[in-house]
């Protein structure tokens, strides 16, 4: 498609419960980015991927996090035991990465609520 | 490593004046520079970018932004505000070379008034 995809666009779970995230790419795009907002203005980036293969996971709480972007699929953010502290808006960004444009476009985002 | 300061957390100008959100970055390398504009409850669009050609940069709804290495500022513009304008807007860097992670500034909340 022509926008970059999430679902849900609202979760929410109890402290401990998994949560997980879904993304479709902007079709032809070769890289997907995950950033979490919390507190409104702050951007914090997870993870990327090339295709189906890590690019940069230097953003990742590992313990409990874990994302993968697999062929003829949507890209999965998935938490185990969420904890208050996750509730967030979590944001896709797809990019083309051709003739040197390296810009990102957005999806609407996934509010998740930890109670 | 990069990082980037919004001088302004918020700015409100009257309808019909010109717009300028301030923008500060700092960079190891040849950064990409981005605005995006964030409206309530809505994801993130792009109106603008720089990526080492043209220092002055043309985006989408009338805004425009200047890249100042000597200043090493980004600052957005437009000549004459409108109702629509309010939203919250991000200023962002990245490194030139391959898709990297962006990194946010504090974000400028734009108001409009009337």
């Known amino acids: ?115 | 490593a990069q990082s980037v300061t919004q001088l302004d957390s918020h700015v409100s100008v009257s309808e019909g004046t010109p717009v300028l959100l301030r923008c500060n970055y700092s960079s190891s390398y040849s950064p990409s520079l981005f605005w995006y504009v964030q409206h309530p409850n809505k994801g993130l669009q792009l109106l603008l970018k720089y990526t080492s050609a043209a220092t002055l940069v043309k985006g989408i709804n009338g805004f425009e932004a200047e890249f100042k290495k000597s200043e090493t500022s980004f600052h957005l513009t437009k000549p004459s505000a409108h109702m629509s304008d309010a939203a919250e807007y991000f200023c962002v860097v990245s490194l030139i070379q391959g898709a990297q992670k962006l990194v946010f500034g504090q974000g400028t909340r734009l108001t409009i008034n009337p």
């Open chain 1, 1 to 115: 498609g022509e926008e970059v995809a999430q679902t849900p666009k609202h979760l929410v779970r109890g402290e401990g419960q998994k949560a997980k995230l879904y993304c479709a790419p902007i079709k032809g795009h070769s890289y997907v980015f995950w950033y979490q907002q919390v507190l409104k203005n702050e951007f914090k980036f997870l993870i990327s991927f090339q295709n189906e293969n890590v690019f940069d996971e230097t953003g990742m709480p590992k313990e409990r996090f874990s994302a993968k972007c697999l062929p003829n699929s949507p890209c999965s953010l998935e938490i185990q035991a969420t904890k208050l502290e996750d509730s967030a808006v979590y944001f896709c960004a797809s990019s083309p990465r051709d003739r040197g444009s390296y810009e990102q476009y957005f999806g609407p985002g996934t509010r998740l609520t930890v109670t």
